[in-house]
């Protein structure tokens, strides 16, 4: 349902500021069903209230997606019956997981309507059932303990809120009441100080029936022994005072009959005679009901014999009463309220401090850091505010519980000091000499901590066996009777008798256990004090483990980036390898040739002459400038090529590399085809590398063609799409470029002909990057191939490549077209 701590403390902290918002109960039902419909994924969120008699249930509020709203059904369901009926019957969650195939006993139809699953969650606190929550689906669903315990938070603070909004229409109902009464009424509503009301009320009543005399009596806690609270008047001579042994008598008969008593003759009670005795000649008492529980009595003497008590007393003494009973509920629901508020704000400071800590939990990755996060957290007063903290961490063999980390102080005076250490939790980097005065907090012999899981005795190991937090206030047993340091006892021996214990538990795993005591501090451990450290040790077990992931993650890493090296070097090697082979065999074949022809002018054979010596010089100088271009094209593709930029006419590069190959395209009768624009302007590159480019493409050509074919050289101003530049285009009618290799065609040292490198295009390729621009291969397979190049007028920067890589995975013409941009 809901799968994070943080997330259902979230949920949770949601759900109170709807319950604390200004807007009528039902509207804030209505949007707290609404929210828990929307995040548990129910289909329906309905709330069944008890009616006033506390018997039967009925719609009250809900939420259903696009079925009918419950709020529009008017039925009623008795105790016991359907899902609703039993849950309140039981106090306790009652879930059905299909009502389709299995429904309860005296099921009610229109609480099943077509839902599958129903889980009824009663709404409740510690004294009274308000009600029930249900959680409807259509689909089958599930629900762990944690979604139980969750549910049973929200319908707690549900409870709290029916419950304040209750005691809140009864208080305005009663403060309308006091609105209608007089002088004394508004005097009693005006304060919640119920002494020095009674003390007014009873003067001031007083007047109003011309008495003598008022005591007013409080009942104590739990409605027990009534004590005077208020004594006025009583000026008369002869009636100093109350008659205290009558007046209890007839305090204690009010109080328990919780109706008037007025004394005018013998025949009103048996009393009369004795206060007669005392002079008096009329009395009056009243309870001060609220709510079926009397909460005091008021009693009036007259010893004037004109004055006798009658009904109408009776009744402006009920209403005065009533008005009292208001205010003294009111106070003990100010005190209540104030208590409650008190509860609730430590609750928030619980939940505020458990979500400051969780973020710098999570804030590190590095175990390292983590831990003495995790344990000044523990022992900052403005954390959690325990004395001592240990970590202990389960070992390798599970069969012991080895202390990782322990930070406390040793003594009193550093207790002291802990106060007054800054707000951060080790991560500020304004702590500074702070930081390093908790480090120092740190314990560094705890080696002999080492707790044996086997040990039944030990509750710290139990708490992990059982994986479920401990506390005591009387230590292991094996130190009882024997006080706080019992000796031979490890670490059950040292610790004080006060501490509490929890697991570190992850993926079900009991992985060690958060130790803590108040050694310095003198307070006890409470259940509270456990369930925040509960809900800490879940959150630290999930950072730690977050924390052994990074490490493993990192090391893994590691272990790749060292095969990565490797295969990097082997790749080297491998490269290297291929290029001194391809090399070799490119050199071999001129150097043959050489010494061949070399032999033969050192040992001319008959017939030879002159001109056969020049044959073979030519043949000679041909294999050397071979030899070279092999070497110049090696050089020239291992070195950094760093251009040398000035302003640079293409076409006049083009016609200085065309008139190179005048001969060689004559005898291979070529037929060359030159447009070049006469408006093309200079561009900012390399001369010499530019040169380069056109040499390679027009030499690949030359060579693809071999003979009677043509070769077509033209520059255009590049389209403004593409970019501020010009355009070069070789283009020849060699029979193109196999479709299964030319992606290969910019790869070093791959070449589909007899002869060569394969380091022409490689470099082609490189010279274009180091000026910004861009290849395009425009290849028809049995026709020929066309490569288009753009260069900026000015170069562009590095990291152009994207748009660039783009337009190569496009492409253009019938398909097998490549636009390339080096690297």
Aim: hydrophobic content about 40%.
């Amino acid at each position: 349902m809901v799968e994070s701590p943080n997330t259902r403390f979230s949920l949770l902290a949601r759900i109170v500021e709807i319950s604390n918002s200004n807007i009528q109960i039902e509207n804030r039902l209505k949007h707290i069903c609404d929210f828990l419909s929307r995040e548990t994924h129910a289909d329906c969120v309905c709330i069944y209230r008890l009616d006033a008699r506390g018997e039967n249930l009925a719609p009250w509020v809900s939420s259903c997606v696009e079925i009918e709203e419950c709020t529009m059904m008017d039925f009623v369901i008795r105790p016991g019956e359907g899902v609703s009926g039993k849950a309140a019957r039981k106090r306790a969650p009652v879930f059905f997981p299909d009502v389709k195939t299995d429904p309860p006993a005296l099921a009610v139809p229109r609480e099943l309507r077509d839902f599958t699953s129903i889980l009824s969650v009663p709404v409740k606190d510690d004294v009274y059932l308000y009600g029930v929550m249900n959680f409807s689906t259509l689909a089958p669903a599930s629900y762990t303990e944690e979604d139980l315990m969750f549910l049973g938070s929200v319908t707690t603070e549900v409870a709290g809120t029916i419950r304040n909004s209750l005691l809140y229409n009864d208080a305005r109902k009663r403060v309308s009441e006091l609105i209608t009464l007089n002088e004394i009424g508004r005097a009693i509503s005006s304060t919640f100080e119920v002494k020095e009301t009674l003390g007014y009320v009873a003067k001031t009543t007083l007047r109003l029936l011309s008495a003598e005399g008022c005591t007013v009596r409080l009942a104590g806690e739990g409605h027990g022994a009534l004590k005077v609270a208020v004594d006025a008047g009583y000026s008369r001579p002869g009636l100093r005072r109350e008659l205290r042994s009558v007046g209890k008598e007839l305090a204690r008969r009010i109080h328990d009959e919780k109706r008037p008593l007025l004394i005018n003759s013998p025949e009103d009670s048996p009393l009369h005679s004795e206060l007669a005795g005392h002079g008096i000649v009329s009395f009056l008492g009243l309870p001060i009901v609220s709510q079926g529980q009397s909460l005091g009595t008021i009693s009036y003497y007259s010893a004037s014999p004109r004055l006798h008590f009658d009904m109408e007393g009776v009744h402006l003494i009920q209403t005065v009463c009533s008005q009292l009973a208001n205010m003294i509920d009111n106070a003990s629901i100010l005190r209540e309220a104030q208590r409650l508020a008190q509860e609730n704000q430590d609750k928030m400071q619980r939940i505020s401090t458990l979500h400051e800590v969780a973020r710098a939990l999570m804030s590190t990755v590095k175990m390292e850091r983590l831990l003495p996060i995790m344990l000044y957290a523990l022992i900052s007063p403005r954390r959690l505010n325990f004395s001592r903290a240990i970590l202990f961490l389960t070992s390798d063999d599970g069969g012991e519980l080895c202390p990782r980390m322990a930070m406390g102080p040793r003594d009193r005076q550093e207790a002291r000091r802990i106060a007054l250490l800054p707000r951060g939790l080790l991560l500020d980097s304004a702590l500074g000499a702070a930081e390093e005065e908790i480090r120092n907090l740190l314990w560094s012999d705890i080696g002999n901590l080492t707790i044996p899981l086997s040990d039944a005795s030990c509750l710290v190991a139990k708490a992990v066996k059982e994986k479920r937090p401990v506390r005591t206030d009387s230590g292991c047993p094996t130190l009882e009777g024997a006080g706080d340091a019992a000796p031979g006892g490890g670490f059950c021996g040292i610790h004080p008798a006060s501490f509490a214990a929890v697991p570190l538990v992850a993926k079900g795993e009991a992985r060690g256990a958060i130790y803590v005591d108040n050694l310095f501090l003198g307070r006890t451990i409470s259940d509270e004090d456990i369930q925040v450290l509960t809900m800490f040790a879940s959150n630290a077990s999930l950072a730690m483990e977050n924390a052994s992931l990074y490490e493993s993650l990192e090391h893994a890493l590691d272990t790749v980036r060292t095969t990565q090296d490797r295969l990097v070097q082997s790749e080297k090697l491998m490269a290297l390898g291929e290029m001194a082979a391809r090399i070799a065999h490119e050199i071999k074949n001129p150097l043959t040739a050489i010494g061949g022809f070399a032999r033969r002018i050192a040992s001319p054979r008959a017939g030879g002459g002159a001109r056969s010596l020049e044959r073979y010089a030519q043949i000679i100088l041909k294999e050397v400038q071979r030899l070279e271009r092999i070497i110049d094209e090696t050089l020239y593709f291992s070195r950094e090529m760093v251009p040398a930029f000035r302003n640079v006419n293409l076409n006049t590069e083009i016609h200085d590399v065309l008139s190179m190959f005048r001969e060689e395209l004559e005898e291979a009768r070529i037929t060359t085809v030159v447009d070049l624009s006469p408006d093309l302007p200079s561009i900012s590159a390399d001369p010499d590398q530019i040169r380069q480019v056109v040499w390679n493409l027009v030499s690949n050509a030359i060579q693809a063609v071999g003979g009677n074919g043509i070769l077509t050289a033209a520059t255009h101003i590049a389209d403004p799409a593409e970019g501020i530049g010009v355009v070069l285009e070789v283009s020849d009618t060699g029979g193109g470029i196999p479709h299964d290799v030319v992606h290969n065609i910019f790869n070093p040292f791959f070449t589909t002909k007899a002869k060569g490198t394969g380091l022409g295009l490689p470099i082609v390729h490189a010279i274009v990057e180091k000026h910004g621009g861009t290849i395009h291969l425009d290849n028809r397979e049995g026709t020929g191939v066309a490569f288009s190049i753009f260069l900026p007028l000015v170069p562009k920067e590095a990291g152009t490549g994207d748009r660039i890589l783009e337009q190569m995975r496009k492409g253009r013409g019938n398909g097998n077209g490549i636009k390339a941009h080096p690297g």
